[in-house]
């Protein structure tokens, strides 16, 4: 079965997916530092980041539509903490609406501070798509791996991603088995199947972990999870890294 | 072949029942030795798999069981373990790590080899089970059939011995099935194959035991 829900498009080739992921993963997270550390008043500081992004995203053939409306989903969190700004904001004056009984004032630092939150939640979300995009998550965990990130959380995240489509398919072939035996019935009839199905598929996982345990035990697991680290960084990759940066730079200080 | 030397298992009387109660093995006496292809067959819940794990220790009771001559307990056990290669009956059990390399590097490196040596091994199983290009590949975009040939490479890693399959036929379809049983024949260690699927132990064992409620009601040769 071919899944992507996590890193979709990230198979594919192109000059950024064949980049070291340590590489990328210390570029991206560089273009979100610069992004937040950027005044929200240098708005062609901004614009550079966005001309910057577009141009990774054009190298890496991933197309635009699917990383714009991925990065959408940080929108709502977007709104509810900055929609409010310019209204509760105090400062100099944009402007004054009254809605029945209740009067507004719009603030020019308000409407800055969201203005603030906004771009950056956007740039940022669309630099970490690009990343999860372009490097299978496989490799971006054992390039995190190598930068020497806690071990116990890399081998947690590595058993997520092996394991949660295994435990999707137990749970889709449990709910076809359910539907293909509960002709209607009652709300009440639903909810109890629907419960039990959860209780079975808690078992189920934990039945698995035990067994995926007994294999390791059997491969002599002693505790310790080993892997090999295969990654190498070639010239491509500190060129590309470097180049990037230096871009950084320079927009954060000439860009105003 | 048949001399004390060459014994590599020894069981005797060995009862087991789960915490639960369940009575799983019951006065189990068996011998296998150097070279041998046993077919181990028997009702579902007849006590194969639970019989397996005490073939390297992960299941124990006091000294019913001698493995190449150790009890498999304490400070033997990273050496049984290596010596005895146990493919589980479901593939997404045995591939526990990210990609087919780092599962089939699991046992060496666990087993203490250079990196060197272990990507070596990695790749010589990797080519034995013709999944060469799989090393990058990740199990869940891999056929039962594929997943079967990268299970089987992840203890060859390890140069067992003794290689123990559970029911290695179960889910896949006749070509895959087929390939396996060509697979199996090429390769010369001695082997337990558990399971139900009567045709493949024919093809590919002679000595066939069966055990039911876990008693053995017999063992023959075949083929001989
Ligand atoms: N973890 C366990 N806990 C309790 N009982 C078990 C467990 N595993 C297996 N059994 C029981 O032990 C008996 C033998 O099971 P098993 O060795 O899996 O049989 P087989 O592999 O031949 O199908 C069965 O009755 C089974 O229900
Ligand atoms: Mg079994």
Redesign the interface.
Known sequence: MEHHFLDQYSDRDSLIHRLDPRVKAITFFSLVLFVILTPAASFSAFGFYGALLIILIAFSKVPPIFVVRRSLVIIPFVVIVGLFMPFIKGGRSLGNYSLGAVDFSVTYEGVMLFWNIFIKAMLSCISLTVLTSTTRFVDLLKGFETMHLPKLLIMILSFMYRYIYVFIGELMSMRIAKESRSAGGGKRFHLKAIANMVGVFFIRAYERGERVYLAMCSRGFDGTVRTLNRLKLNARDIYFSFSVIALLITIRCFAK | MTNIESKIVEIRKLTYAYPDGTMALDGIDLDIFEGENVGLVGPNGAGKSTLL?HL?G?LRTDSAVSIFGLTPEGSNL?LI??MV??V?Q?P????????S??DV???P???GLG?DE??ARVEKALLDVSMSDASDR????MSVGEKRRVSIA??LS?NPRLLILDEPSANLDPDGRRSLIELLKGMNVTKIIAGHDLELVNELCQRVIRIDAGKIVSDTLINA
């Open positions: 794990l390297n992960i990273p373990r290596s290669g146990i589980f479901d997404d059990d045995q591939l526990f790590m990210p990609t390399f780092d590097a699991f046992g490196l666990s087993m990196a272990v990507r990740i199990a869940h975009h992840s203890v390890m």
